[in-house]
Protein backbone atom coordinates (compact mmCIF):
# COMPACT_ATOMS: atom_id res chain seq x y z
CA UNK A 1 0.00 0.00 0.00
CA UNK A 2 1.15 3.16 -1.16
CA UNK A 3 0.30 6.11 0.61
CA UNK A 4 0.12 10.44 -0.98
CA UNK A 5 0.15 13.70 -0.10
CA UNK A 6 -3.15 13.94 1.32
CA UNK A 7 -2.69 11.45 3.95
CA UNK A 8 0.10 12.50 4.73
CA UNK A 9 -1.40 16.00 5.10
CA UNK A 10 -4.37 14.28 7.27
CA UNK A 11 -1.97 12.36 9.23
CA UNK A 12 -0.05 15.17 10.41
CA UNK A 13 -2.95 17.14 11.44
CA UNK A 14 -4.54 14.30 13.87
CA UNK A 15 -0.42 14.19 15.66
CA UNK A 16 -0.88 17.80 15.65
CA UNK A 17 -4.55 17.83 17.41
CA UNK A 18 -3.78 15.73 19.71
CA UNK A 19 -4.45 16.49 23.35
CA UNK A 20 -4.45 15.13 26.87
CA UNK A 21 -8.09 15.58 27.77
CA UNK A 22 -9.17 16.26 31.27
CA UNK A 23 -12.70 16.50 33.05
CA UNK A 24 -13.43 19.75 32.63
CA UNK A 25 -13.45 19.02 28.92
CA UNK A 26 -15.24 15.71 28.90
CA UNK A 27 -19.37 15.67 28.05
CA UNK A 28 -21.56 13.04 28.95
CA UNK A 29 -21.90 10.96 25.97
CA UNK A 30 -21.46 7.63 25.22
CA UNK A 31 -18.84 5.70 23.43
CA UNK A 32 -20.10 3.12 21.09
CA UNK A 33 -18.55 -0.83 21.36
CA UNK A 34 -17.77 -0.56 17.88
CA UNK A 35 -15.39 3.06 18.61
CA UNK A 36 -14.30 1.31 21.62
CA UNK A 37 -13.31 -1.89 19.50
CA UNK A 38 -11.44 0.47 16.98
CA UNK A 39 -9.51 2.43 19.57
CA UNK A 40 -8.49 -1.04 21.06
CA UNK A 41 -7.48 -3.08 17.89
CA UNK A 42 -5.29 0.06 16.80
CA UNK A 43 -3.19 -0.55 19.80
CA UNK A 44 -2.83 -4.42 18.09
CA UNK A 45 -1.39 -2.58 15.49
CA UNK A 46 1.78 -1.26 17.06
CA UNK A 47 5.43 -2.25 17.17
CA UNK A 48 6.87 -4.77 19.90
CA UNK A 49 10.24 -5.74 20.53
CA UNK A 50 10.55 -8.97 19.33
CA UNK A 51 6.95 -9.31 18.23
CA UNK A 52 6.09 -10.02 21.69
CA UNK A 53 2.85 -7.69 21.88
CA UNK A 54 3.09 -7.54 25.76
CA UNK A 55 -0.04 -5.10 26.30
CA UNK A 56 -3.19 -6.34 28.10
CA UNK A 57 -6.04 -3.58 29.13
CA UNK A 58 -8.97 -3.81 31.79
CA UNK A 59 -11.97 -2.24 30.95
CA UNK A 60 -12.64 -0.67 34.38
CA UNK A 61 -16.02 -0.87 35.97
CA UNK A 62 -17.97 1.90 38.01
CA UNK A 63 -16.91 0.00 41.20
CA UNK A 64 -13.24 0.04 40.49
CA UNK A 65 -13.29 3.54 39.00
CA UNK A 66 -14.23 4.83 42.03
CA UNK A 67 -11.66 3.22 43.71
CA UNK A 68 -8.84 5.04 41.29
CA UNK A 69 -10.40 8.32 42.02
CA UNK A 70 -10.31 8.20 45.33
CA UNK A 71 -6.50 7.00 45.49
CA UNK A 72 -5.73 9.73 42.91
CA UNK A 73 -7.60 12.71 45.17
CA UNK A 74 -5.25 11.36 47.86
CA UNK A 75 -1.92 11.24 45.67
CA UNK A 76 -2.48 14.74 44.19
CA UNK A 77 -2.99 16.30 47.26
CA UNK A 78 0.42 14.74 48.25
CA UNK A 79 1.85 16.00 45.06
CA UNK A 80 0.93 19.95 45.83
CA UNK A 81 3.96 19.73 48.18
CA UNK A 82 6.34 19.32 45.04
CA UNK A 83 4.76 22.12 43.26
CA UNK A 84 4.19 24.39 45.99
CA UNK A 85 6.19 27.23 44.16
CA UNK A 86 4.04 27.54 41.28
CA UNK A 87 0.31 28.52 42.57
CA UNK A 88 -1.20 27.33 39.31
CA UNK A 89 -0.67 23.36 39.94
CA UNK A 90 -3.33 24.39 42.64
CA UNK A 91 -6.09 24.97 40.31
CA UNK A 92 -5.50 22.57 37.49
CA UNK A 93 -7.98 19.69 36.79
CA UNK A 94 -5.56 16.77 35.78
CA UNK A 95 -7.55 13.79 35.58
CA UNK A 96 -10.97 12.99 34.04
CA UNK A 97 -11.53 9.37 35.97
CA UNK A 98 -15.43 10.13 37.09
CA UNK A 99 -16.47 12.51 34.21
CA UNK A 100 -15.09 10.59 31.01
CA UNK A 101 -16.78 7.83 29.51
CA UNK A 102 -14.26 4.74 29.88
CA UNK A 103 -11.52 4.52 31.50
CA UNK A 104 -8.82 1.80 30.65
CA UNK A 105 -5.79 0.28 32.50
CA UNK A 106 -3.18 -0.13 30.67
CA UNK A 107 -0.60 -3.49 31.39
CA UNK A 108 2.79 -4.55 30.30
CA UNK A 109 2.79 -8.64 30.34
CA UNK A 110 6.11 -9.85 31.73
CA UNK A 111 7.86 -12.64 29.98
CA UNK A 112 9.24 -15.58 31.50
CA UNK A 113 10.95 -16.17 27.78
CA UNK A 114 13.82 -14.47 26.50
CA UNK A 115 12.49 -11.77 23.96
CA UNK A 116 14.44 -11.01 20.87
CA UNK A 117 15.97 -7.34 20.80
CA UNK A 118 15.12 -7.61 24.83
CA UNK A 119 18.60 -9.14 25.81
CA UNK A 120 19.92 -5.79 27.16
CA UNK A 121 17.30 -3.25 27.05
CA UNK A 122 15.13 -4.65 29.29
CA UNK A 123 12.36 -1.98 29.30
CA UNK A 124 11.88 -2.04 25.53
CA UNK A 125 8.42 -4.02 26.23
CA UNK A 126 7.36 -1.54 28.33
CA UNK A 127 8.24 1.13 25.71
CA UNK A 128 5.79 -1.63 22.71
CA UNK A 129 3.23 -0.82 25.40
CA UNK A 130 3.27 2.95 25.32
CA UNK A 131 3.74 2.64 21.41
CA UNK A 132 0.10 0.96 21.98
CA UNK A 133 -0.82 3.86 23.82
CA UNK A 134 -0.12 6.09 21.28
CA UNK A 135 -1.55 4.58 18.57
CA UNK A 136 -5.12 4.22 20.94
CA UNK A 137 -4.67 8.09 21.27
CA UNK A 138 -4.68 8.98 17.61
CA UNK A 139 -7.07 6.76 16.50
CA UNK A 140 -9.45 8.43 19.21
CA UNK A 141 -8.70 11.85 17.95
CA UNK A 142 -9.34 10.62 14.29
CA UNK A 143 -12.76 9.71 16.09
CA UNK A 144 -12.96 12.97 17.62
CA UNK A 145 -12.48 11.32 20.75
CA UNK A 146 -11.09 12.59 23.39
CA UNK A 147 -8.35 10.74 25.76
CA UNK A 148 -6.43 11.51 29.29
CA UNK A 149 -3.45 10.28 30.58
CA UNK A 150 -3.74 10.13 34.38
CA UNK A 151 -0.10 9.70 35.97
CA UNK A 152 -0.80 10.87 39.41
CA UNK A 153 -1.23 7.20 40.57
CA UNK A 154 1.43 4.60 42.84
CA UNK A 155 0.91 1.77 40.69
CA UNK A 156 1.17 -0.47 44.12
CA UNK A 157 -2.40 0.79 44.79
CA UNK A 158 -3.55 0.56 41.45
CA UNK A 159 -2.43 -2.98 41.18
CA UNK A 160 -4.05 -4.08 44.59
CA UNK A 161 -7.27 -2.46 43.23
CA UNK A 162 -7.35 -4.60 40.59
CA UNK A 163 -5.63 -7.36 41.95
CA UNK A 164 -2.83 -7.57 39.66
CA UNK A 165 0.21 -9.53 40.47
CA UNK A 166 2.91 -7.56 40.23
CA UNK A 167 5.46 -10.25 39.21
CA UNK A 168 3.02 -10.97 35.77
CA UNK A 169 2.29 -7.59 34.93
CA UNK A 170 3.62 -4.32 35.02
CA UNK A 171 1.25 -1.07 35.27
CA UNK A 172 1.89 1.47 32.69
CA UNK A 173 -1.22 3.51 32.44
CA UNK A 174 -4.21 4.95 33.23
CA UNK A 175 -6.47 6.49 30.47
CA UNK A 176 -9.76 8.06 30.49
CA UNK A 177 -11.94 8.18 27.24
CA UNK A 178 -15.11 10.62 25.78
CA UNK A 179 -16.13 12.94 24.03
CA UNK A 180 -15.49 16.40 24.33
CA UNK A 181 -16.56 19.86 24.63
CA UNK A 182 -13.28 21.10 21.79
CA UNK A 183 -10.47 19.77 21.71
CA UNK A 184 -7.97 23.10 22.32
CA UNK A 185 -5.92 24.55 19.44
CA UNK A 186 -2.76 24.50 21.59
CA UNK A 187 -2.29 22.32 24.62
CA UNK A 188 -3.45 23.19 27.85
CA UNK A 189 -0.88 23.75 29.57
CA UNK A 190 1.24 26.07 26.74
CA UNK A 191 -2.29 27.83 26.97
CA UNK A 192 -2.03 28.00 30.47
CA UNK A 193 1.89 29.07 30.01
CA UNK A 194 2.95 26.12 32.46
CA UNK A 195 5.91 26.05 30.26
CA UNK A 196 7.71 27.08 26.64
CA UNK A 197 7.31 25.06 23.51
CA UNK A 198 10.29 23.64 22.71
CA UNK A 199 11.60 23.64 19.15
CA UNK A 200 13.19 20.64 16.96
CA UNK A 201 16.70 22.81 17.27
CA UNK A 202 16.16 22.32 21.18
CA UNK A 203 15.76 18.40 20.58
CA UNK A 204 18.75 17.83 18.81
CA UNK A 205 22.12 17.38 20.73
CA UNK A 206 25.57 18.23 19.21
Not at 161 to 188: M, Q, R, S
Request: hydrophobic share 35%.
Amino acid sequence: MKFNKKDLKTLTNIIASRRDVRGNNFINKKISSKKLNTILESALHAPSVGYSQPWRFIIVDEEKRSLVYKHFSKSYEKSKEKFKDRPLYNNLKLEGIKESNINIAVYYKKSSNNILGQTYMKRTGEYSVVCAILNMWLTARALNIGMGWVSILKPKKINKIFDINKKDYKFIAYLCFGYTKEFYDEPELKKLNWDKEKKLKDCILN
